[in-house]
């Protein structure tokens, strides 16, 4: 790994103040320096250095999506996702990794996969230099009951490998599912504790006994795996609570003993309401067959309009608010993920500051790694995008690939700048 110093540039730390004017010297997979520009040198050289001129551009941590399903391979439904042959979805995959990191998520929180092994062979392979993509942390299948979201069989194929999600019934076949999820050697078991209007299993439905759920965190607390669910209905989400479950994918339906649970446990729970779908469900899908006024009948519109007023109450509230808005379906395709900082500023109104924050420096707890993520701070590590723009003026800015001028990852380039030129120097400090 070479010596990169970026120099006359706009850095946003991660940390909520305004971005200052500075440099910022990465040494091996590490940031070593950061200081404001005009305040003297350092007496050691950084020789050798790698040195990037910004030339005013805006430099950030890279960015955590925190709902990410690369398998997901931008189809309608389920059906389609899961029937992709074996051979061409891993490639799948690894090409979704690499748009990932193109467009500066250099950190994604897996939120299940279409096959049992796809995500844990993903991020094997991204962690052995054999694909490109970024920091990745592999999700089960989303695990289910017979009925739920995610069973797919069909009456002459009853077997649950036929099925998109890990159908199971009682305490004992969901200890044997968590078993198997952890042998395969997952980071996160996905759990859908409630229902999703378009596969005919209302979003208010919850579909899990107590028993199973608790089952379900019990073996994989005693395998050291983290826990995620599909929580869209007023009781899954204080099943989340109750049980510890840590990931709460959607959140929409919560009413104010939820709202008031959340708020006690907010350092336990991360929230990613997955906006995205919602929106695009009920106002981009007409092209599927999902017209306004399907979409209303199936219950969207109501529930975005529930959502949107959830997250506002639990922004207010302190709750960590996520982006990751199960994108990967033919209306959320991959590469748009940054539409859902868009989306927090627009509808449940945060700032362009708090927007940037939620990508980065509350990602990093989410990826498990403290604050060694989401600041360019020193001693973290080195995961840095430069862009064209300030995000804060115009948070739509991270949507434009052509915007994000390089993309570092663990302290070298996936993405390097258009100008860079080698030379020895001393440090600003």
């Known amino acids: 790994m070479a010596n990169v110093l970026f120099t006359n540039v706009r850095v946003f730390d991660g940390g909520g103040d305004r971005p200052f004017n500075g440099e910022v010297l990465v040494q091996g997979n590490r940031i070593t320096h950061v200081v404001k520009s005009g305040a003297g040198l350092r007496s050691a050289p950084v020789a050798g250095a790698t040195v990037v001129d910004g030339a005013g551009a805006f430099l950030m941590p890279g960015m955590v999506e925190a709902h990410t399903h690369f398998s997901w391979n931008n189809q309608p439904s389920l059906d389609a996702i899961q029937r992709m042959p074996p051979e061409e979805h891993i490639l799948w995959c690894a090409e979704v990794a690499k748009i990932y990191l193109d467009m500066g998520w250099t950190s994604c929180v897996g939120a299940a996969c279409a096959k049992p092994r796809l995500d844990v062979v993903i991020r094997n392979a991204i962690n052995d230099g054999t694909i490109v ?69 209302p979003s208010e439905m919850s579909q899990f006994t107590e028993a199973e759920i608790a089952t379900c965190v019990e073996e994989a607390k005693a395998w050291g795996k983290r826990v995620a669910a599909h929580a869209r209905s007023t009781r899954s989400i204080k099943q989340c609570v109750r049980h510890g479950i840590e990931v709460i994918y959607h959140a929409s339906f919560a009413d104010e003993e939820a709202l008031d649970l959340l708020e006690a446990h907010k350092m ?67 590469g748009t993920n940054a539409k859902d900082l868009e989306y927090f500023v627009k509808y449940v109104g945060m700032s362009t500051m708090e927007a940037l924050l939620s990508a980065t420096a509350w990602g990093g707890p989410m990826m498990g790694r403290g604050k060694e993520l989401g600041y360019l701070r020193e001693g973290c590590l080195a995961d840095i995008l430069l862009i064209d723009g300030d995000p804060l003026a115009d948070i739509t800015v991270l949507q434009d690939k052509a915007r994000i001028l390089a993309v570092m990852k663990d302290g070298e380039f996936h993405r390097a700048p258009p100008v860079r030129a080698a030379r020895t120097t001393r440090w600003a400090a």
């Open 133 to 201: 993509g970024p920091r990745y942390l592999a999700a089960s299948q989303e695990i289910t009951v017979p009925g739920g979201l995610g069973d797919t069989t069909q009456p002459h194929l009853p077997q649950p490998e036929f099925a998109f999600g890990a159908v199971v019934s009682g305490c004992e076949e969901m200890r044997k599912c968590v078993r198997i999820f952890a042998k395969y050697g997952v980071d996160s078991l996905k759990i859908n504790l409630s229902g999703e209007s378009i596969t005919g299993m």
């Open 268 to 334: 336990a729970h991360f929230i990613a309401p997955g906006l995205a779908w919602l929106i695009n469900t009920c106002h981009h899908a007409s092209a599927w067959g999902l017209t306004p006024e399907v979409t209303r009948k199936m219950g969207y519109h109501r529930e975005l309009e529930a959502a949107v007023e959830t997250m506002k109450a639990l922004r207010r509230r302190g709750v960590r608010i996520l982006p990751g808005g199960d994108y990967g379906f033919a209306w959320t395709p991959h």
